[in-house]
């Protein structure tokens, strides 16, 4: 089976939701025939409609380079499988990387486009967002913090659907890194639901 | 034993490694002898030094008021014990209640005293920080984003200590929660750690 075989478009209305929660994503750019991928443990939603994220690039960043010059970048939400190719685009450099070479090839990281704008998203990840750079130089500078607006939202359905993350015994390989630190990811597992307590 | 036995200062070199994994916290502010309590998803650091972190207030919070006039607030860490509690926080306003009650007492909430700003800090969670805004106008206009300096780290030693998240099968009931929507969180179970993949 295709590695598209499980993705379905999310409505925009849900896109926040893939983040909601807080995983680890890799954040990835092209301009120019030029493409990078990095991860990223600091992004957020900001607001659910119009669907629009923050996400912390770093100046050192050549993927950082790439969203200036082009405005936009994707975000691919990685999985338990994937915990030594987070690692590895979190700690290596495209900009060292001599073209017509990138980090998804010498990687051998398989990327697919981006159905709005053409990004470049990684295969194997549970939920895909294209974003639209909203520029804001001054919080680009002080706090390194990129805001934009999500044009475009797919996640893998064993996982994500109707809007909603289904984590279970059943699909532990597609749950969710979220940094520790030093490489270490912890895992989503259980699902618990809370409830309003009466006074 | 009580409640602050097992609390231990965090490095403010560490204290951003507390929210690096993206779980949803408590927002608590001080003003004039008027406290609150809520929840939020969407925070995130945005630099390890000095200490600093985003959080989103909606407009509509009474705590955003709070954080306005006092120029502080305060994150606790929510751990799976306290589901209940974090739904209950998140879905109900501290301006219902009239003074001299308020949401602690209403839910019978047990706080302490931040060591460095005096900040209502929830116990039973299993990290806090005191933070002190910094003011960005424009951000928390229109992205609902405020940004701030650490001043004050604490942890539950059971949890974390010698600065690093230590989430094992001996401490499930102190694992962080991460909001899915609805009241539903997941809950950091596994933890794996990723290696640089050589090309």
Known sequence: MSAAAHRRAVELAHACRLINHGPTVLVSALHDGRRNVMA???????EFTPPRVAVVIDKSTYTRELVLASGCF??????RAQADLVTTVGRTSGRDIAAPDDKFARHEI?????????????????????CRLIPERHTEA???????????AQADVRVFAAGR???DAGNTPLHTLHHLGGGSYG?????????????
Chains 1, 2 share one sequence.
């Open 142 to 152: 002080a706090y390194d913090t990129f805001f934009a607006e999500v044009v475009s």
């Open 165 to 167: 993350w289904s984590f």
């Open 40 to 46: 990223a443990a600091w992004s957020m939603p900001v």
């Open 74 to 79: 994707a975000l691919s939400i990685p999985c």
């Open 187 to 199: 895992v989503i597992g259980d699902v618990v639901q809370g409830s309003v307590l009466r006074p």
């Open 110 to 130: 398989e990327a697919f486009d981006g159905p709005a704008l053409g990004l470049p998203l990684v295969v194997g990840c549970v939920a895909w967002m294209e």
